[in-house]
């Protein structure tokens, strides 16, 4: 068995019996084997026969964990954020969406979107009441980087048949789109921790950074590089005053970078997003036509057609076109999920960003030294949401578990900066207290060294 596959299944055993007494270290390993998806890797084959679902028993043991350490969980008074709370009334207007919308056929892929969000949802809820400490998140931003050089690595060895590079990473990455639109998000998380780490943590993450783009590169995606680039105009302006400069050097630094790794592939596709009508090419007047119909689809379902419907309704208006994908969350959530949907799904992600924004200012608070690395985490995990947002208007993610993992981000992000605020209030009034009993031990003694006995009493000397 080669050593890639015996540490893999090691993993595994760790994150699975290490999640019952830790539950952060089941979520980290669901985390790892999401983007990873061990399935489609060669070193996974010695143990396929056995027909492992890791993520099944990562989840499981997840679920174990947190139920046997309840009490020790920091996620506040309140069992629900009102981010959770808004998910979960999401997943149950698609229920209700799915059950009142006509029948279309088989959906054909392996979970129909209602069934795979709400295990997205479960899963989410355990990450945001587990992750609710400053260390914890750290270790949840360090697990997406690794596994984001890994996919980098996978991405620079890979075949491309067609010129393009598919299939690299876990099922959601299957479409060349989607990959970019996850390395894309991660690209701010890497920046933070190359400025809060040391030289070895430094140079990971620019070997990380440089691997994620080149994969970005590699996967000739128009949508994905217009979107990376709206998401990244706000970077500067939101960043910590101090950090503005750094981060503006950071961004030039990175584009540079990405020049000097582009090919003349790349760059040709690139330039057909300004084409005229005339010139543009299959792909890309393809999206615009079906843009088109899914608004004529609009005023015909204002309500929506249903929770993975898309596809197979489209055939009605456009049969040459049927089957094909919007290549636009909102598109496809205006289409599936009717304007009280696409309304519904604007105000989640409004509300997640006006957390991240609140959580930022809370750690504004923080005393310097910590308060500075955590308002740098803050704001890098404020971008790579808005990131994924950005390039979620050229690229369908609204049924990927990237996407509500960042929207719940900032849930981990509030509480904790919140936790690590009561400890430092602790913190301050423990030691102000044993300031005052040290003072008081003092001054007792003072008082006994300067008193005199008088007829078997102590008076006080003049």
């Not at 690139?270 to 079906?290: P, Y």
Request: hydrophobic residues 50%; contains cysteine; aromatic residues 10%.
């Amino acid at each position: 068995m080669a050593l890639k596959s015996v540490l893999f299944i090691g993993l595994f055993v760790f994150c699975t019996v290490g999640a019952l007494i830790q539950p952060i270290l089941g979520a980290l390993g669901y985390v790892a084997h999401y983007i990873i998806g061990p399935e489609r890797q060669w070193w996974e084959q010695p143990v396929q026969h056995l027909g492992v679902r890791y993520s099944y028993i990562l989840a499981i043991a997840t679920a174990i964990g947190v139920a046997l350490n309840y009490g020790k969980l920091r996620f506040g008074k309140k069992l629900l954020h009102r981010q959770e709370l808004l998910l979960l009334l999401f997943v149950g207007f698609l229920w209700l969406l799915r059950f009142v919308s006509e029948p279309t056929g088989h959906y054909t892929i392996v979970d129909h979107p209602t069934l795979k969000l709400t295990k997205v949802m479960i899963f989410g809820l355990m990450l945001t009441h587990v992750v609710t400490d400053m260390k914890k998140l750290r270790a949840l931003v360090w697990t997406l980087v690794v596994c984001t050089l890994v996919l980098g690595l996978q991405a620079y060895t890979a075949a491309r048949p067609q010129g393009r590079l598919e299939s690299v990473g876990g099922a959601d990455f299957a479409e060349a789109n989607y990959l970019p639109a996850f390395l894309g998000a991660m690209l701010p998380l890497i920046g933070v921790l190359f400025l809060q780490t040391g030289w070895a943590g430094k140079l990971l993450c620019l070997g990380t950074g440089a691997f994620a783009v080149n994969a970005i590169i590699l996967t000739r995606s128009r949508g994905a590089l217009v979107g990376i680039a709206l998401g990244l105009i706000p970077a500067v302006f939101l960043a910590p005053k101090k950090l503005r400069l750094k981060v503006a050097a950071g961004l030039l630094v990175a584009s540079l970078g990405t020049i000097y790794l582009t090919d003349a592939a790349f760059i040709g596709r690139m330039k057909s997003i300004t084409l005229s009508s005339e010139e543009r090419d299959v792909s890309s007047q393809t999206r615009l036509d079906l843009w088109e119909t899914s608004l004529t689809m609009v005023k015909d379902h204002p309500l929506g057609v249903g929770p993975g419907n898309f596809f197979q309704v489209l055939g009605r208006y456009r049969p040459e076109l049927e089957g094909g994908d919007t290549h636009s969350t909102y598109f496809r959530c205006l289409t599936e999920l009717g304007i009280p949907g696409f309304l519904f799904f604007l105000g989640i992600c409004f509300s997640a960003v006006r957390t991240a924004l609140r959580a930022l200012r809370s750690a504004a608070g923080i005393p310097p030294g910590t308060g500075a690395a955590i308002r740098l985490l803050c704001y890098g995990s404020m971008m790579a949401l808005c990131t994924f947002l950005a390039v979620s208007l050229m690229i369908t993610t609204l049924y990927t578990e990237a996407l509500w993992w960042l929207l719940l981000l900032p849930v981990c992000l509030e509480r904790a900066v919140a936790n690590h605020a009561e400890g430092t209030e602790n913190s301050l009034a423990k030691d102000a207290e044993a300031k005052a009993a040290v003072g008081d031990q003092a001054g007792a003694r003072k008082g006994r060294r300067s008193s005199k006995p008088v007829l078997g009493r102590a008076v006080p000397s003049r």
